[in-house]
T-cell receptor
Framework: DAGVIQSPRHEVTEMGQEVTLRCKPISGHDYLFWYRQTMMRGLELLIYFNNNVPIDDSGMPEDRFSAKMPNASFSTLKIQPSEPRDSAVYFC????????????FGDGTRLSIL | AQKVTQAQTEISVVEKEDVTLDCVYETRDTTYYLFWYKQPPSGELVFLIRRNSFDEQNEISGRYSWNFQKSTSSFNFTITASQVVDSAVYFCALSEAGNNNDMRFGAGTRLTVKP
């Protein structure tokens, strides 16, 4: 079975540019999560969706960040405009069922903002 | 608020040694879930195990074993006869039943197994 698929794997862009990260969750999973991993702050939950509906976006750092889930098999995380401090690894994860269910992670997108 | 502490930042062992990774958690909920994830050098996060707060049975899976003790709020992970392929960062995480899906991760322990 296919796992969580993220694209691109690496992204290097200049500050001020728009960045779009993509995620395809595991088929049948009804929860989707976006995380950010940095050396300073570790793994942080940014936002999660249940049945394509955003439930909690309290972890989204600023208005420059937005996330959408137009259907059950696709989600995007957008940063506009990007800044060097946004450089991090961004993970998407999905789970079947909510609390207590293991989240399965994609390989991550390593984002570098110059 | 829930909290996970992995006091060991880095551990280095020689192949075939046993190693225990510590995880201490804080929660006010009586129903909660504990997890371990592995992040190898390639960067992906791999789910290893989940435990709920009502199940204190220890678990063994091959060379891996987990010791859950509510009395000390700990969920430690032991690798027996470590191998070079075990080298990775290991994360412990906690999710409270009453806190939706806010899974809090510890800072991680970087394990290096030398040949």
């Amino acid at each position: 079975d296919a796992g969580v698929i993220q694209s691109p794997r690496h992204e290097v862009t200049e500050m001020g540019q728009e960045v779009t990260l993509r995620c395809k969750p595991i088929s049948g999973h009804d929860y989707l999560f976006w995380y950010r991993q940095t050396m300073m702050r570790g793994l942080e939950l940014l936002i999660y969706f249940n049945n394509n509906v955003p439930i909690d976006d309290s972890g989204m750092p600023e208005d420059r960040f937005s996330a959408k889930m137009p259907n059950a098999s696709f989600s995007t995380l957008k940063i506009q405009p990007s800044e060097p401090r946004d450089s991090a690894v961004y993970f998407c994860a999905s789970s079947f069922g909510g609390n207590g269910q293991p989240q399965h992670f994609g390989d991550g997108t390593r984002l570098s903002i110059l | 608020a829930q909290k996970v502490t992995q006091a060991q930042t880095e551990i280095s062992v020689v192949e075939k040694e046993d190693v225990t990774l510590d995880c201490v958690y804080e929660t006010r909920d009586t129903t909660y879930y504990l997890f371990w994830y592995k992040q190898p050098p390639s960067g992906e996060l791999v789910f290893l195990i989940r435990r709920n707060s009502f199940d204190e049975q220890n678990e063994i899976s091959g060379r891996y074993s987990w010791n859950f003790q509510k009395s000390t709020s700990s969920f430690n992970f032991t690798i027996t006869a470590s191998q070079v392929v075990d080298s990775a960062v290991y994360f412990c995480a906690l999710s409270e039943a009453g806190n939706n899906n806010d899974m809090r991760f510890g800072a991680g322990t970087r394990l290096t197994v030398k040949p």
